[in-house]
């Protein structure tokens, strides 16, 4: 069974401070993904890699950056984090699609609270 | 990728066949229909994917019309721990990006 773990369940935080959320996955996949979701907002997609030192923008990279220096683990940073951060974040790793389909599998998810 | 339409909720006996619908009707010949779920506070959950023909796991069915403008998720027989969102998503094959979950049915499994 593939495994995507995430470093911490829930998380408060305090305006300003610098936060990393750490996933890891234990299936040797490429891709990997980082999502928030919010009520009524549905999961949107932060930023992705598709390599090790590889990364792309998703849909709302504002206010964020990532790292991936090893293949099986995927940093997300808020650099200065701010109250509309609060937020789950999503965590999830897919081998590279090809030509093929791929699905996308999840970590349990941090629930991120700054203050 | 190709938008989807699905029920905003659906109810369903403990024990009895959950039938899920979702309506991709500008589907293309390459995307793949995907089902996830999502229980409550946790991360979703990859149920199953197709093409065209249908397909079956240990969790669930996955039936697409020939036309491919609908399919249907059976579970076949639902419990309790099956009380979830579940989400019909259209991807093009070699797509990297994202998955696009949209509003989902949520399905109460009710004793």
């Known amino acids: 069974d593939v495994k995507v773990t995430q470093s911490s369940r829930y998380l408060v935080k305090r305006t300003g401070e610098k936060v990393f959320l750490e996933c890891v996955q234990d299936m040797d996949h490429e891709n990997m993904f980082w999502y928030r979701q919010d009520p009524g907002l549905g999961l949107r997609l932060i930023y992705f890699s598709y390599d090790v030192k590889m990364k792309e923008k998703g849909d709302i990279p504002e206010g964020y950056s990532v790292s991936r220096e090893k293949k099986e683990r995927f940093s997300l940073i808020l650099e200065s984090a701010s109250t509309n951060q609060t937020s789950m974040y999503l965590c999830?790793?897919?081998?590279?699609?090809?030509?093929?389909?791929?699905?996308?599998?999840f970590g349990p998810g941090t629930r991120l609270t700054v203050t | 990728d190709a938008k989807t339409t699905q029920p905003t909720s659906m109810d369903c006996a403990e024990g009895r066949a959950a039938n899920l619908p979702c309506n991709h009707s500008t589907i293309s010949g390459n995307e793949y229909v995907y089902w996830y779920r999502q229980i409550h506070s946790q991360g979703p959950q990859y149920i199953i994917h197709?093409?065209?023909n249908n397909e079956t796991n240990e969790m669930a069915s996955l039936i697409i019309t020939e036309d491919r403008k609908s399919s249907t998720l059976i579970l076949p027989h639902a419990t309790l721990r099956d009380t979830a969102v579940y989400y019909c998503i259209v991807r093009a094959s070699g797509n990297t990006g994202k998955l696009i979950f949209g509003q989902g049915t949520t399905l109460q499994v009710k004793p």
């Open positions: 999830a790793s897919s081998l590279y699609p090809g030509q093929g389909a791929r699905e996308q599998y």
């Open positions: 197709g093409l065209k």
